[in-house]
Structure formats: C-alpha cells, structure tokens
C-alpha cells in the first residue's frame, strides 16, 4: 500500500500542478476579459467624445449661421422699417421765360467783337451798345424732398434735377456775340442734413444739424413761390449752398438764436440757367449768427437779424464755359448785417407784407482777380486765360466800399386760391450779395440797381398751382453779384415775362 502511495505520489503532484496552471489560465483569462472589455469601453467613450465634439461644433456653426441669418433678417427688417418712414414728396416745376435785354454805354468799356463766324458781327461793340430779344426759353426743375423721425433724430434730404434749354442762348452770357453752352441738365443733392435735439423735453432744447445744410430759399422769398421758407437765415443777408453744422438754441417761446460754421460752395451752373448777377463760389468759409422771433406786430410777424462772415472768399463770375477758377484767388472776407420783418395777415386781412434791409463791409487783402482782356484778338488777360472785357472793372481786388440793400414786397389773396404779389428791391453801387444758391431764376437780389416784380398765382387744384409773372431789372452799375473790381456805370434793362406750372405732392 505504501509502495503504491509512493508510486502516485508524483502523479498528483502534477495534477496539483495542472490545477494551480489551470486556475491560474483561468485568471490570466478572465483579466484579458477584463481589459478587452475596458478597452473596448475607452473607445466607446472616445468615439463619444469624438461625436460629441463633432455634434458641438456643428451646432457652433449652425448657431453662427443662425445668428448671421437673424441679423441680416433684422438688418433688412430694420432697413425696412426705416424706408417705411421715410416720407418722399416730389415737386416739379415748369417754366417759360421770354427776355429781352437792352444796354447804352458801359462807362470806360471799348469790347470790340473779333474772328465772329458773322461776318456782319466784327469790329462791333461786344458788351454794350446793343439790345437782344431772346427766344422762348424752357426749364424743368424736379425735386424729390425726403425726411423721417427715427428716436431723437430727424432726417432732411433733397435731390435736385434741373433741365433748360439754354444751350445756344445762353441768357447769363449778355454780349452781341452770344456763345453757346453744353446742354443745360443737371443732377444733385443739394440737402442731405440730420437734427438732433439734446434736451428735448426741456423748455429751451438746443438742436444740433450737420450734413448739407438748408441755408438757401430763405424768408421772404417763400412768398413768391407759395410755400413755406426753406432756409434758416433771411435771404438777402445769405442764400448759398453750404455744408457744415448748425446750432439752434431755443431761447423763449418762438425765439431762436443760431450758430452756422460752413463751407459755401456753388451748384454746376447748369443749374442756374438764366442767373447772370452770381458767380461760382470756389471757397469760403462761413461763420454765422442768426435769430428770429414771432412778434404780435401788426398781425403774425416774423422778426429775423443776422450777421454773416464770408472769409477767405474764392470765386470766380459766370461768364461762360470757357470761364473757371483758374485765375482766381482768396480776396479777403465779407460781412453782411441784415434785419428784416415778415408780417401775414396784416391788419387782420389777407394781405401779406415784408421789408428786408442788409449792409456789407468788406475787408480786402490786397490780392487781384483778372477777367481784363489785353489781347483783343486772342480775347485774353495778361497771364494768357480768358478773359470778359478790356475795360477795368473786369479786374482789381475785393470791393472796398461798404454797401447796403433793401428788399420789400407784399401779397394779397384775392381769393383762397388766388393771390397777387408786388416785389421791390434795390442794391447799391457796392452791393455784394451771398445769394449764389438763390432759387430766384434771375438773382435779382444780388442786383446793383433797381428789380420791379409782379405776379398772380392761381391754385387750380390741390397740389397743382400755376404763377404769371413779369419782371424788370434797371442795371446802374457793372459787377452785379461780383466780389471784385471796380464798378462802372450802366445802363441797362432786362425785361423778362414768365409762366410757371408746378406740382407739389
């Protein structure tokens, strides 16, 4: 028995062996298991974090694409929103003038026509000496006004295009030898403008304007035309094209007080076909103070004052398409003083009265402006450009004599529809005026010398309205609308009948 024992004595032992590996096979086993298992969940937890960053960032993105498409969707919204208050009124005007000018003798001119396709024209005199009557001549102004109020910021702007057919005659170029023109059409904006008022709710709020400005159509001229002025400042004191800032402090009910500080500048001049007493301004820059008050004058009166500085004044006269600010320099400054008083419903009736009155004092520095001719020939100044005539007022320094002006007028209405209307103004030998935007066809404020004006409007239809009108212009002196020179003695009439037909909506 013990032989036996000892005989499997080994043959267990390997088989406790053999259970020990199997367990221990067993165990390796089930610890591969166990890693397979996590690294089978590693990569699922990978793979999870892979899609869920890809999930995220494509939600980033959609969420941008979102939020662009929002914002564009609210910018057209917005865009919308403000187009849809914007307020757009058109205005178209007609007009039919026939002019007839006559002059005598200019004081010291001798202008003599030269190399004139007419034969019969040459070695007459150019510049006075002759009387004209023009053909019929048209004009076709469209405006398109627009404006809207969005928080605390008002909006003013205006597009302009004019078309006349003052080519071959033109009525500003006033010689025997008239000289052609490019076609007369234009087109602009001449106001662009915002509002903003500080403190609105105040009782004396202070507005600040800035863009291009409303410094032309100024009172009394809103008379004439059957409207409301358009300008901020008395016309025969300043009505010019500007860009710059305004001021506005409310001072008491109905009482203003303004600060303008601007850049003037000139409309092209096919936009004033027919005004010969201007001059295209190049440059000057203007600073201006100004008021005006409602008064229990006499019926509804509009009291308004200003003193206006033109300094550092560049310009050159209108005289033709060969005329430009080539030779032209800064002469100095300019100040004009003006007062004058609207009164409506004057004595409690339908008639409309005004009187306007202005005084300049200019204040040369020495330079020169020349449009003198010493070639007669070639037609051309001493620095070869061309030039206006060979007498001297074409030529010299800023004015050096103080002027004045006055302006008066009234209108009746007849009926509600139907009113007419007398206008006087006159210049002195020195008169300058800053009217170079003037809306007046003929600029007869910058006038040295006598403007008698009638006329009758009928307003036939509720937006519809014509005007029938007739105007004279005595001519004393040279250089009407001119800032330069020496003015010499003239005499010379312009007779002009007009008929206008417009459309305001």
């Given at each position: 028995?013990?032989?036996?024992?000892l005989?499997?004595?080994?043959l267990?032992?390997?088989?406790?062996q053999?259970?020990?590996?199997y367990?221990?096979?067993?165990?390796?086993e089930?610890?591969i298991?166990?890693?397979?298992?996590?690294?089978?969940?590693?990569?699922?937890k990978?793979?999870?974090?892979h899609?869920?960053?890809?999930t995220?960032?494509?939600?980033?993105?959609?969420?941008?694409?979102?939020i662009?498409?929002d914002t564009?969707?609210?910018?057209?919204?917005?865009t919308?929103?403000i187009l849809?208050?914007?307020?757009?009124?058109?205005e178209i005007?007609?007009?039919?003038?026939?002019f007839h000018y006559?002059?005598?003798?200019?004081?010291?001119?001798?202008?003599k026509?030269?190399?004139?396709?007419n034969?019969?024209?040459?070695?007459?005199?150019?510049?006075?000496e002759?009387s004209?009557?023009?053909?019929?001549a048209?004009?076709?102004?469209f405006?398109?006004?627009?404006?809207f109020?969005?928080e605390?910021?008002?909006?003013?702007?205006r597009?302009l295009?004019m078309?006349?057919?003052q080519?071959?005659?033109?009525?500003?170029?006033l010689?025997?030898?008239?000289?052609?023109?490019?076609p007369?059409?234009a087109?602009?904006?001449?106001?662009?403008?915002?509002?903003?008022?500080?403190?609105?709710t105040?009782?004396?709020?202070?507005?600040?304007?800035f863009?291009?400005?409303?410094?032309?159509?100024?009172?009394?001229?809103?008379?004439?035309?059957n409207k409301k002025r358009?300008?901020?400042?008395?016309?025969l004191?300043?009505?010019?094209?500007?860009?710059?800032?305004?001021?506005t402090?409310?001072?008491?009910?109905?009482?203003y007080?303004?600060?303008?500080?601007?850049?003037?500048?000139?409309?092209?001049?096919n936009?004033?076909?027919?005004?010969c007493?201007?001059e295209?301004?190049d440059?000057?820059?203007?600073?201006?103070?100004?008021?005006?008050?409602?008064?229990?004058f006499?019926?509804?009166?509009?009291?308004?004052?200003?003193?206006?500085?033109m300094?550092?004044?560049?310009a050159?006269?209108?005289?033709?398409?060969d005329?430009?600010?080539?030779?032209?320099?800064?002469?100095g400054?300019?100040i004009?003083y003006g007062l004058?008083?609207?009164i409506?419903?004057?004595?409690?009736s339908?008639?409309t009265v005004?009187?306007?009155?202005a005084f300049?004092t200019?204040h040369?520095?020495?330079?020169?402006?020349?449009?003198k001719?010493?070639?007669?020939?070639a037609?051309?100044?001493?620095g070869?450009?061309?030039?206006?005539?060979e007498?001297?007022?074409?030529?010299?320094?800023m004015?050096?004599?103080?002027?004045?002006?006055?302006?008066?007028?009234?209108?009746?209405?007849?009926t509600?529809?139907?009113?007419?209307?007398?206008?006087?103004?006159?210049?002195?030998?020195y008169?300058?005026?800053?009217?170079?935007?003037?809306?007046?066809?003929?600029?007869?404020?910058a006038l040295?010398?006598?403007?008698?004006?009638?006329?009758?409007?009928?307003?036939f239809?509720?937006?519809l309205?014509a005007k029938?009108?007739?105007?004279?212009?005595?001519?004393n002196y040279?250089?009407s609308?001119?800032?330069?020179?020496e003015?010499?003695?003239?005499?010379a009439q312009?007779?002009?009948?007009?008929?206008?037909?417009?459309?305001?909506?």
């Amino acid at each position: 028995m013990k032989k036996i024992a000892l005989l499997l004595l080994p043959l267990l032992l390997s088989a406790s062996q053999d259970i020990d590996v199997y367990k221990k096979i067993l165990e390796l086993e089930n610890e591969i298991k166990l890693l397979k298992a996590q690294v089978e969940e590693n990569a699922q937890k990978r793979q999870s974090t892979h899609t869920s960053v890809v999930t995220i960032k494509e939600q980033v993105e959609q969420n941008t694409r979102s939020i662009d498409e929002d914002t564009t969707i609210l910018e057209k919204i917005e865009t919308k929103s403000i187009l849809d208050k914007v307020n757009f009124s058109p205005e178209i005007m007609l007009r039919f003038n026939k002019f007839h000018y006559t002059t005598g003798a200019i004081e010291g001119e001798n202008t003599k026509i030269y190399n004139n396709s007419n034969p019969a024209l040459n070695g007459l005199q150019r510049r006075d000496e002759f009387s004209k009557d023009f053909d019929l001549a048209a004009s076709m102004r469209f405006r398109l006004n627009m404006n809207f109020t969005l928080e605390d910021i008002k909006f003013h702007g205006r597009m302009l295009y004019m078309n006349s057919t003052q080519s071959n005659q033109r009525i500003c170029i006033l010689s025997r030898d008239i000289k052609s023109g490019t076609p007369g059409s234009a087109f602009d904006v001449d106001r662009a403008y915002v509002d903003y008022t500080v403190n609105k709710t105040s009782s004396t709020p202070f507005t600040l304007s800035f863009g291009i400005l409303p410094t032309s159509g100024g009172t009394p001229m809103q008379y004439g035309q059957n409207k409301k002025r358009s300008s901020l400042f008395p016309a025969l004191v300043f009505d010019m094209n500007t860009y710059g800032v305004i001021g506005t402090q409310k001072i008491a009910q109905d009482t203003y007080a303004r600060l303008v500080l601007a850049k003037a500048y000139t409309l092209r001049p096919n936009f004033y076909p027919y005004q010969c007493n201007r001059e295209n301004i190049d440059n000057a820059d203007i600073i201006g103070i100004y008021g005006d008050s409602k008064i229990n004058f006499l019926g509804n009166s509009l009291l308004s004052f200003g003193v206006n500085i033109m300094h550092d004044l560049k310009a050159h006269p209108y005289l033709g398409p060969d005329i430009d600010s080539s030779n032209s320099s800064n002469l100095g400054t300019i100040i004009t003083y003006g007062l004058g008083i609207d009164i409506e419903k004057f004595q409690d009736s339908d008639l409309t009265v005004f009187a306007h009155t202005a005084f300049t004092t200019p204040h040369a520095n020495n330079k020169r402006d020349d449009y003198k001719i010493t070639n007669p020939v070639a037609g051309t100044t001493d620095g070869g450009y061309t030039g206006f005539t060979e007498a001297d007022y074409a030529s010299g320094p800023m004015l050096n004599k103080n002027s004045y002006s006055v302006y008066l007028g009234l209108k009746y209405d007849v009926t509600q529809d139907i009113n007419i209307g007398a206008e006087y103004n006159y210049g002195s030998k020195y008169w300058y005026s800053g009217t170079q935007g003037a809306e007046d066809m003929y600029n007869k404020l910058a006038l040295r010398g006598s403007a008698y004006e009638a006329y009758t409007s009928w307003q036939f239809h509720k937006y519809l309205n014509a005007k029938l009108g007739y105007l004279y212009m005595q001519e004393n002196y040279t250089g009407s609308g001119w800032h330069f020179g020496e003015p010499a003695k003239k005499d010379a009439q312009q007779n002009i009948g007009y008929l206008n037909l417009e459309a305001r909506f």
